[in-house]
């Protein structure tokens, strides 16, 4: 079993294929023109006679959209109504482009979705990007011109099909490609800009949401913890200060301070549990090689640990590449039932990458509660990818990437 877990990010220029895509443009092309009626030309004329009763649903649903809401405008309702319009023609163009692929073998990727997702703004702000949206402004424009278009290639397709067939196949390739050019203009994904902006507000949400959660945890760790054994080292100081104030300087004094010397070093054993969990020393002092060796040897799998880099990437990148490899360990601790297990970090190019393999059980999934999703989540922050290779039975192998950010060095009080 293989999932492929990658941020809307990945390296510069490149895009996710649809699966099982085709796209004409990238290298396929449109079988050649016979006079013989083949399937893919009458998937084409199915595609010219659905245009009517299609442009008729889209123009009824943009002209009652556009009236309604532009009329509505003096009240609260009519921008939101408009913007809630704007989402349904989304679905509209996700039809259209499902029916291109299907009749007309032309492949659009899907725009990415708005990142409305609760936390990501007020409610104006989120209203607001509705209304500017501009994949749902261009479906409008395709749904309101389709209306004219479609009365047209219906009539020249079913004329044609009785008084001109021998010549249908160059009609029906000549209307579909007008077609064609319609859904790769009006339906297609906004420009790189626009999408890029999309994807950094989406994963400015993921950051919000994982340092809030890293503060929750923090508190939590420091008020369940430490803080509790300060408190019960205070009440026993103060129990031992009294009864020496009146001199009462027996054993049970000196139990007392022992406690609360056991008290002591418990704290400071968790406060240190605490401080590695928020970065540790090692691995501001020593770099990766040293801290993922640190993480190896607390695994109860014996771990091989091969790092070759040659400088030290930013401490940003370096702390969630020791994080994602602390985590996939505690994994492999926990779930795996391995026997052994190796870690592996490189540089390529511009780009730091991880492998993680154990010869576990395998049947790891992003949805397993294992974590997973939240380090996929943690990575496509960053414009980074996640890959889970783990059939049934293993092995398992796990690879991180990272973009490589030179390290700064910091100024030295």
């Known amino acids: 079993?293989?999932?492929?877990?990658?941020?809307?990010?990945?390296?510069?220029?490149?895009?996710?294929?649809?699966p099982g895509s085709r796209?004409?443009?990238?290298?396929?092309?449109?079988?050649?023109?016979?006079?013989?009626?083949?399937?893919?030309?009458?998937?084409e004329i199915a595609h010219l006679l659905a245009n009517l009763p299609m442009a008729l649903i889209g123009f009824t649903y943009?002209?009652?959209?556009?009236?309604?809401?532009?009329?509505?405008?003096?009240?609260?309702?009519?921008?939101?109504?408009?913007?809630?319009?704007?989402?349904?023609?989304?679905?509209?163009?996700?039809?259209?482009?499902?029916?291109?692929?299907?009749?007309?073998?032309?492949?659009?990727?899907?725009?990415?979705?708005?990142?409305?997702?609760?936390?990501?703004?007020?409610?104006?702000?989120?209203?607001?990007?509705?209304?500017?949206d501009p994949v749902g402004w261009r479906t409008f424009l395709y749904e309101f011109i389709r209306l004219p278009w479609g009365v047209v290639t219906f009539s020249v397709t079913l004329?044609?099909?009785?008084?001109?067939?021998?010549?249908?196949?160059f009609i029906a390739r000549g209307l579909t490609s007008v077609d064609r050019a319609m859904v790769r203009v009006l339906l297609s994904p906004s420009d790189e800009l626009e999408q890029?902006?999309?994807?950094?507000?989406?994963?400015?949400?993921?950051?919000?949401?994982?340092?809030?959660?890293?503060?929750?945890?923090?508190?939590?760790?420091?008020h369940d913890g430490a803080q509790a054994r300060l408190v019960n080292l205070a009440m026993g100081l103060g129990l031992a200060k009294e009864k020496l104030l009146e001199g009462q300087a027996d054993e049970s004094v000196a139990a007392m301070v022992d406690e609360a010397h056991g008290e002591v070093k418990l704290a400071l054993q968790e406060l240190r549990d605490l401080a590695r969990g928020i970065h540790p020393a090692v691995l501001t002092d020593r770099g990766l090689d040293a801290a993922l060796s640190s993480v190896a040897s607390r695994c109860?799998?014996?771990?091989?640990?091969?790092?070759?880099?040659?400088?030290?990437p930013a401490a940003a990148i370096e702390g969630i590449?020791?994080?994602?490899?602390?985590?996939?360990?505690?994994?492999?601790?926990?779930?795996?039932?391995?026997?052994?297990?190796?870690?592996?970090?490189?540089?390529?190019?511009?780009?730091l990458l991880i492998q993680v393999w154990d010869d576990g059980r395998g049947g790891a999934d992003v949805g397993g509660?294992?974590?997973?999703?939240?380090?996929?989540?943690?990575?496509?922050?960053?414009?980074?990818?996640?890959?889970?290779?783990?059939?049934?039975?293993?092995?398992t192998t796990i690879t991180a990437e990272l973009p490589w950010r030179d390290r700064r060095e910091e100024p030295r009080p």
């Open 62 to 132: 943009v002209v009652t959209v556009l009236f309604t809401g532009a009329g509505l405008t003096v009240t609260v309702i009519g921008f939101p109504l408009l913007a809630a319009g704007l989402l349904g023609a989304r679905q509209l163009g996700k039809v259209e482009r499902a029916r291109a692929r299907l009749l007309l073998d032309v492949r659009v990727d899907e725009p990415s979705p708005l990142p409305l997702r609760k936390g990501s703004g007020g409610l104006f702000q989120q209203l607001w990007m509705g209304l500017k």
């Open 159 to 169: 004329v044609s099909l009785f008084v001109a067939w021998p010549v249908l196949p």
């Open 369 to 395: 509660g294992t974590g997973m999703a939240g380090l996929a989540d943690r990575l496509g922050a960053v414009d980074g990818l996640f890959v889970i290779e783990s059939p049934v039975g293993g092995p």
């Open 321 to 351: 590449a020791y994080f994602t490899v602390s985590e996939l360990l505690q994994n492999v601790s926990k779930h795996s039932g391995a026997r052994s297990a190796s870690v592996d970090v490189w540089r390529a190019d511009q780009r």
């Open 1 to 18: 079993m293989t999932e492929r877990i990658t941020s809307p990010g990945l390296r510069e220029g490149e895009r996710l294929p649809l």
């Open 300 to 312: 109860t799998v014996p771990v091989k640990v091969t790092a070759d880099l040659p400088t030290r």
């Open 23 to 43: 796209d004409t443009r990238d290298g396929e092309r449109l079988p050649p023109l016979r006079l013989a009626l083949d399937g893919h030309t009458w998937r």
């Open 196 to 222: 890029r902006i999309a994807e950094l507000e989406s994963d400015r949400g993921v950051v919000v949401d994982t340092a809030a959660a890293d503060l929750r945890r923090i508190e939590r760790d420091l």
